[in-house]
């Protein structure tokens, strides 16, 4: 079984292991664990039948994916289809899989014509006779609508909306954004039957992106599941907030000298979860007066840090802003208005 430091099968139960700059470690034993192995079999068939089908077949906990840093992909094993679309694939340790079937594009770069991925439960029995149907992308339709009264004078800002494939690299031919007037309406080409990261960029002063729904579902800081939605209610809604705020930031250290080049988070006291948080946590730099004023924010209520350290989307740099954010000090800020806040840095341990 796949197994993370130091006997864990579920990354969420493994220890966190810290490198310090220069350190050489030894002795990382690993326990690895083993299972009784399973099979599955099944057939695949498409709109022109079955030829021409592969798959591949994965962990549903991917062990590769996107990061918000870029992220870097591994291919998961898997082959053609055989005759008549037949498949079987043995040794599976007892878990969920990912499973993705499809018809081979023409090149590379080029998105597959025909595409499925599914989830696959072994418990303690081999499957059999799976039938698994692979179909084409379908388009993907949005709106962006006005939070409250339409403005006296029409809006000139646009929202650039962008979709991203979660679980895999995405296609060259499936890159690519759409802008939109607010309000207004979008549209990409067919995507596939997938799971997405939906994003909406918005760079106006008092604007912001308030929600992210899809088929009445927040899809803002979750995964947008293409093909969930029943018929005819399979519509991207982008809502922008009117009464956006900011939060102006002065760091100086408790002899009062200002604190330049400083790193300042901003953490919505509302964020559930260290996931939440990563998605939502807001960052920036003093200048050489120890100053810092944020892009436009949700109002609300916030805890603000200073610090010389620098952090990332990591699960360990994630984590320690997640366990001393009551340290932080709390700044409410009001729809529609500015707010101060004075800082002395500190060290995030």
């Not at 549903?60 to 053609?80: D, E, H, R």
């Not at 007037?181 to 039957?193: E, R, V, Y």
């Not at 799971?195 to 979750?222: F, N, Q």
Request: glycine share 10%; hydrophobic share 35%.
């Amino acid at each position: 079984m796949r197994t993370f430091y130091p006997n864990s099968s579920e990354k969420e139960s493994a220890e966190v292991v810290v490198l310090r700059p220069g350190e050489r470690r030894e002795g990382m034993d690993i326990e690895v664990k083993k299972s009784q192995s399973y099979c599955i079999e099944g057939s695949l068939t498409g709109p022109g039948g079955p030829e021409g089908l592969s798959f591949s077949i994965e962990p549903l906990q991917p062990s590769s994916g996107i990061s918000s840093g870029g992220g870097s992909f591994s291919l998961a094993p898997g082959g053609p289809a055989g005759a008549g679309g037949k498949f079987r694939i043995c040794d599976l340790y007892p878990g969920t899989y990912r499973f993705v079937a499809m018809e081979r594009a023409a090149s590379l770069s080029t998105q597959a014509p025909n595409f499925a991925a599914v989830p696959i439960t072994v418990s303690d029995e081999d499957q059999r006779n799976l039938k698994i149907p692979v179909s084409g992308g379908i388009p993907l339709e949005g709106d962006v609508v006005l939070d409250g009264a339409a403005p006296a004078t029409p809006l000139t800002a646009k929202v650039t909306v962008s979709i991203t494939p979660m679980l895999r690299a995405p296609y060259s031919s499936e890159l690519g954004s759409a802008r939109s007037d607010i309000p207004g309406t979008f549209s990409f080409p067919a995507k596939l039957m997938d799971d997405y990261r939906v994003s909406a960029l918005l760079m106006t002063p008092g604007l912001y992106v308030k929600d992210i729904t899809y088929a009445d579902r927040s899809v803002l800081y979750e995964p947008l599941r293409l093909g969930s939605a029943m018929a005819g209610s399979g519509r991207v809604r982008v809502t922008v907030g009117q009464d956006g705020a900011t939060l102006s930031v002065r760091v100086a250290d408790k002899d009062g000298n200002p604190g330049a080049d400083m790193h300042v988070y901003l953490l919505p006291a509302d964020a559930r979860s260290e996931g939440a948080l990563a998605t939502r946590v807001v960052q920036g730099q003093t200048d050489q007066t120890g100053q810092y004023t944020s892009p436009t924010l949700a109002p609300g209520k916030y805890y603000a840090v200073a610090t010389e350290d620098s952090y990332d989307a990591t699960v360990e740099s994630i984590g320690k802003l997640w366990r001393s954010r009551n340290r932080y000090k709390e700044v409410d800020v009001a729809p529609g208005a500015g707010a101060l806040v004075n800082l002395e840095p500190v060290k995030i341990d």
